[in-house]
C-alpha cells in the first residue's frame, strides 16, 4: 500500500509539471503571462485535488494487486 506522504510527493511533482506546461500553453495561446498564469494555476489546483483523491481511492481497492 503506498503512504499518503508518497501520494502527497507524487501529486506535487506532477502537478509543477503540469503547471508549466499549462502555463507555456497558456501564454502561447493567449500572449498574456497574467491570463496563463492564472489558468496554470488554477488547473494544477484542480488537478492536484483530483489525482490526490483519485490515488488514494486507487490505494484501498486490491483489485490486480499479486501478494
Given at each position: 500500500?503506498?503512504?499518503?506522504?508518497?501520494?502527497?510527493?507524487?501529486?506535487?511533482l506532477w502537478n509543477v509539471l503540469g503547471l508549466l506546461s499549462m502555463a507555456g500553453v497558456g501564454y502561447a495561446a493567449t500572449g498574456?503571462?497574467?491570463?496563463?498564469?492564472?489558468?496554470?494555476?488554477?488547473?494544477?489546483?484542480?488537478?492536484?485535488?483530483?489525482?490526490?483523491?483519485y490515488e488514494r481511492v486507487w490505494s484501498q481497492i486490491h483489485w490486480g494487486r499479486e501478494v
Open positions: 500500500m503506498e503512504t499518503a506522504k508518497r501520494t502527497i510527493t507524487k501529486a506535487i498574456s503571462l497574467a491570463v496563463s498564469g492564472g489558468l496554470a494555476v488554477a488547473n494544477t489546483t484542480i488537478g492536484f485535488i483530483c489525482y490526490v483523491i
